[in-house]
């Protein structure tokens, strides 16, 4: 188009200049290079259309082989997916296999009569703990969460506690599994944030302690005492003296998890109160949980749970029940194994199993904190906690 408009221009233009008869040839010739200029135009023209068309083909062609490679990344990021799904279940198979394994059927006859008789007598004292205990505490753990390692330090055992009560922010750090001095940190942030023990305070028992089980209660360290077979020492924390003491009949004859051989009574606190973790020689490395009135320094009630000793490295109590953890010899994923309900308000059907975080743990106590709502654990000298994923009991 401009093409055309230039040369009609220029032939005016020189037919103006130059006069009519005048040199008709330069005219001419300027007529013809004008066209020539004209014809490489249209070309040129012709040539980006051509090249617009083949990129757009090209652009396009490009497009679907994009959308093929998508499709494809989605095919394998499914199958890596279906892959990894069926190597947890595979695991989950192998596990159940090593768990089935160990348990065979007894073979006992057994009067039929006295134990219906027995059964009677404990259902009914159970009844009469349940309504005792009577809380509006109805959760139970369905996962964990995430993990924080709040701090590395002191020996590969040991014990690092809260009190759960409303008033209390300290944290008590015990380090090793026989010792005297408990340190005292204003909160979980100067913990967290001191390097060393300079920003703590130190408290001396009278009594060193024995293992890792020990647990802080309304202002008092509860504490199995060294040297004596099931001693429980109660020690008030602010007056720095001991306020009472109590014998755990039956406990401190063993060590309560096969993969820390040091804990011969693990204390425990829930919504519902202090409760002592131990085995009784005549329950077959079962576990025995005991609740412990805590002002009268008594058992209320003891149950002889399902939950094995073989293979568990710790456990805790939480809305009445007993979560016990296992794991492998050397170390390993730990998960809960076993829940025992004293409320028998969790079904077996609905037991879950509960994996913790990947990663190589070796637990020597785990604390359910009632009021936080997590987990407070020692793991190998790191201080970690762990959230809860928790539902209702049905
Ligand atoms: C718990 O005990 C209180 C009285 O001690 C009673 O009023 C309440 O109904 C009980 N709750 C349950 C769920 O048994
Ligand atoms: C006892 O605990 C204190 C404070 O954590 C520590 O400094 C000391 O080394 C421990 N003693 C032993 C024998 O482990
Ligand atoms: C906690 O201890 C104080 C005394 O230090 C006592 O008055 C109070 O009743 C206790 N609370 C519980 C829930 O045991
Ligand atoms: C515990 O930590 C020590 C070093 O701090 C390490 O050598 C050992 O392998 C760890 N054990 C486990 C079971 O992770």
Redesign the pocket.
């Known amino acids: 188009m401009a093409a055309v408009q230039l040369r009609f221009l220029l032939i005016s233009f020189f037919t103006s200049i130059v006069g009519e008869a005048q040199d008709v040839e330069l005219i001419h010739y300027v007529d013809r290079r004008i066209v020539l200029i004209e014809n490489r135009l249209n070309k040129c023209n012709q040539d980006i259309i051509d090249y617009v068309q083949e990129f757009r083909e090209f652009s396009k062609k490009m497009m679907s082989r994009l959308e093929g490679f998508n499709i494809l990344k989605t095919e394998l990021k499914n199958d890596v997916d279906h892959l990894l799904t069926r190597v947890e279940r595979a695991q989950r198979d192998i596990d159940y296999f090593e768990v089935t394994k160990e348990s065979p059927t007894p073979c006992v006859e057994v009067d039929e009569d006295l134990v219906q008789q027995q059964f009677m007598e404990q259902e009914e004292s159970k009844n009469k703990v349940k309504l005792m205990l009577n809380a509006s505490c109805s959760n139970m753990i369905s996962g964990i969460k995430s993990l924080k390692v709040v701090k590395k330090s002191g020996d590969a055992h040991g014990s690092w506690l809260k009190d759960p009560?409303k008033n209390y922010q300290k944290i008590y750090f015990l380090t090793g599994t026989k010792n005297k001095t408990v340190l005292e940190f204003a909160n979980i942030r100067t913990f967290s944030e001191s390097g060393e023990k300079r920003s703590a305070r130190k408290v001396t028992l009278p009594f060193p302690w024995h293992g890792t089980g020990h647990a802080v209660y309304?202002?008092?360290l509860f504490y199995h005492r060294f040297g004596s077979l099931n001693e429980i020492i109660k020690f008030?924390l602010q007056k720095k003296n001991v306020i009472d003491k109590m014998l755990l009949p039956g406990a401190g004859e063993t060590f309560v998890y096969d993969l820390h051989p040091s804990t011969k009574i693990d204390l425990a606190v829930d919504e519902l109160g202090l409760w002592a973790i131990h085995v009784e020689p005549s329950a077959g490395r079962k576990l025995t949980i005991s609740k412990i009135n805590?002002?009268a320094m008594a058992v209320d009630y003891s149950w002889e749970t399902s939950c094995k000793s073989q293979n568990a490295e710790a456990a805790f109590m939480m809305c009445g029940a007993l979560y016990v953890v296992y794991n492998s010899p050397g170390g390993g994923t730990a998960r809960i194994e076993c829940i025992y309900d004293t409320l028998d308000a969790i079904s077996p059907q609905e037991i879950p199993r509960i994996h913790f975080p990947k990663r190589q743990t070796s637990h020597s106590m785990i604390h359910y904190d009632p009021r936080e709502k997590q987990l407070f654990a020692w793991d190998n000298g790191s201080q970690v906690i762990y959230k809860l994923l928790t539902n209702q009991k049905s």
């Open positions: 009560g309304n202002g008092s008030d805590h002002e």
